[in-house]
């Protein structure tokens, strides 16, 4: 029987067909467009996602049904001694509350272990790499589950948002911060750093914008994680809901500014994407794993 299984959700950026070639299961985190149920990467792509978003069409995130959680842990428990299950952030969904429930349930005591990794996007998928890593290399559950919440506040997201109105339509900011944000211009950007999204800066425009995500991650290289001397050893990623000549651009920028780091620039889940709306741009910065031999 082989040791461990890593599962994670859709909001790892990891979907069905990347999974099944690294070996990693996902759970598909379901939303409702119109009142109907939908699954991300599997009955609704992220292109056809955003066509529902700009259409003014009503949009609602949801976790994954605690039943379609547990039927993956059942099937792979006959093939596994353990699961490890990473989901997106505490701070920013209650799917992981109700899968550290579902895990004390005696049929899992021992047998699933529950990652509350605070993470979500590319900084949670690098944490879904690691755990593969270090099941391949024979940890057990226990073992990958205290490495990565002992590691979890070792990254930060920052995110240029192009409108402000999804922030308001969900409850983040009021509708008249928005409606002065609106007014003014501001392309503010946003930090997510362990369960938190706050505000991080105010900029008036989107080259500002860029400037000030890079800026934010020389600062936690050099002060926050001391990295000036071993650049090396932070992972840079990327992140979007903007359209492909933007990204592109913002791709090249960001190669510019770490041309030694194999960079990863994916879209940005769904259940961030409701709240962010179309056009933003994110980077992130993560200390990298150091994984202790065993």
């Not at 070639?21 to 149920?37: S, T, W």
């Not at 409108?163 to 409606?179: E, M, V």
């Not at 609106?182 to 080259?207: F, M, N, S």
């Not at 780091?261 to 794993?289: E, F, W, Y």
């Amino acid at each position: 029987m082989t040791r461990t299984a890593i599962v994670t959700d859709s909001n790892s950026g990891i979907f069905q067909d990347e999974a099944g070639a690294r070996g990693i299961y996902v759970v598909p985190m379901p939303f409702y467009v119109g009142g109907k149920l939908y699954y991300e990467g599997v009955t609704m792509t992220w292109d056809e996602f955003f066509e529902h978003l700009k259409n003014g069409e009503d949009i609602s995130t949801s976790t994954p049904a605690r039943g379609d959680v547990t039927d993956l842990w059942d099937k792979l428990l006959k093939d596994y001694e353990n699961i490890v299950y990473i989901p997106m952030s505490s701070g920013l969904s209650s799917s992981c509350s109700m899968a550290i429930l579902a895990a004390q349930d005696d049929k899992y005591e021992g047998r699933v272990f529950v990652v509350n990794n605070q993470r979500i996007s590319v900084t949670q998928r690098q944490s879904v790499l690691d755990a593969k890593e270090m099941a391949d290399r024979g940890f057990g559950g226990a073992r990958i589950r205290q490495i990565l919440e002992d590691t979890k506040f070792d990254s930060s997201i920052y995110i240029m948002v192009d409108t402000l109105k999804y922030l308001k339509k969900g409850g983040r900011i009021t509708p008249a911060a928005a409606a002065l944000g609106t007014l003014l211009r501001l392309k503010p950007v946003l930090q997510i750093q362990g369960e938190k999204l706050d505000a991080y800066a105010k900029c008036r425009t989107v080259k500002q914008a860029k400037t000030t995500m890079l800026e934010a991650v020389d600062k936690d290289m050099k002060e926050r994680f001391r990295l000036g001397d071993h650049p090396e050893d932070a992972v840079i990623a990327g992140a979007y809901t903007a359209g492909q000549e933007t990204v592109h651009e913002w791709i090249k920028e960001v190669n510019t500014a770490y041309p030694n780091h194999d960079i990863v620039i994916q879209p940005l889940p769904l259940s961030i994407s409701c709240h962010i709306g179309p056009g933003s741009l994110a980077v992130t910065i993560s200390k990298k794993l150091v994984i202790p031999e065993e």
